[in-house]
């Protein structure tokens, strides 16, 4: 009796488990706590895009060469995606939304790839691509919701919402459970494959931190492109199914 009281009291001092989620570098603004880690990575993507496009465009010229030729041909197939999905009468206004989707997720993906993040030290957490964190996801994702929530309601107004309760009202739930599963999917098919990238190209640079990560490292930066191609292709077919559900009423 003596021994299992002693491992009772012992017991408490090593679980028998323990999960860690992780620290994080926390900003305290009103009664709002946020992640500063991804702001401070989030910041740099947007930068490095206000730079490229400021110095793509200060001189622009009749026939475009380096960089303005860059933009011009990005422009044309971020116009391509929308022409596609949305439809050529309805596409235009929704190109600036889905270019900067695809813009701030494709850098985002590639300076996680090619970025050394955690070479930065900063206080009780490290920093990553903003797309590593499911926060940004999630908020990518719900933009994307409103938008074309916003492109259907624009097009018929409250009768928009009919469309759940079409061809019968049995389907209602089902309807419902499918606005639902459209933001979760987007968020987390994009968190998981950029986690999953960054976490095998770290376990293989500690095991073998010569050539072998190489190979991996340049299938992440066309995953990563993947990526940021399809978010921007589902925002677009999603926007173009709400444009389109209020056409044919």
Same mark, same amino acid.
């Given at each position: ?34 992640? !500063? #880690?991804?702001?401070?990575? %989030?910041?740099? =993507?947007? $930068?490095?895009?206000?730079i ?8 622009l010229?009749? =026939?475009? %060469? ?14 391509? &995606?929308?022409?596609?999905? &949305?439809?050529?009468?309805? @596409? ?12 701030? &997720? ?18 009780? %957490?490290?920093? $990553? ?18 938008? @074309?929530? @916003?492109?259907?309601?624009?097009k ?22 499918e ?7 987007? %968020?987390?098919?994009?968190? !998981?494959? &950029? ?5 095998? =190209? ?24 993947? #990526? ?9 077919? @999603? ?6 559900? !209020?056409?044919?009423?």
């Open positions: 009796m003596t021994t299992l009281l002693d491992a009772i009291k012992i017991t408490p001092t090593f679980p028998l488990a323990e999960l860690e989620v992780g620290e994080h570098f926390y900003w305290e603004i009103g009664n709002f706590t946020i992640h !500063g #880690q991804v702001f401070l990575t %989030s910041w740099f =993507v947007i $930068a490095l895009l206000l490229f496009s400021f110095l793509g465009t200060r001189n010229q009749r =026939v475009p %060469s380096g960089l303005q030729n860059f933009l011009e041909y990005a422009l044309d197939f971020i116009r391509d &995606i929308a022409k596609t999905q &949305i439809g050529e009468k309805e @596409y235009r206004p929704w190109v600036p939304f889905i270019g900067t989707l695809f813009l701030f &997720i494709f850098v985002s993906n590639w300076s996680g790839a090619l970025f050394p993040w955690k070479v930065i030290e900063i206080p009780h %957490s490290e920093l $990553a691509a903003p797309t590593n964190d499911i926060n940004t996801t999630v908020a990518l994702a719900l933009l994307t919701s409103l938008a @074309y929530f @916003y492109a259907g309601i624009s018929r107004g409250i009768g928009y919402f009919k469309k759940y309760i079409e061809p019968t009202p049995i389907l209602l739930p089902i309807n419902i459970l606005e639902f599963s459209k933001p979760i999917s987007l %968020s987390f098919r994009l968190f !998981g494959n &950029i986690l999953a990238d960054e976490l095998v =190209v770290a376990v293989l640079v500690l095991l073998v931190p010569l050539f072998v990560p190489l190979p991996v490292m340049a299938l992440g930066l066309f995953t990563s492109a993947i #990526q940021a191609l399809i978010f921007a292709t589902l925002a677009g077919a @999603y926007i173009g199914e709400s444009l389109e559900h !209020g056409e044919e009423e």
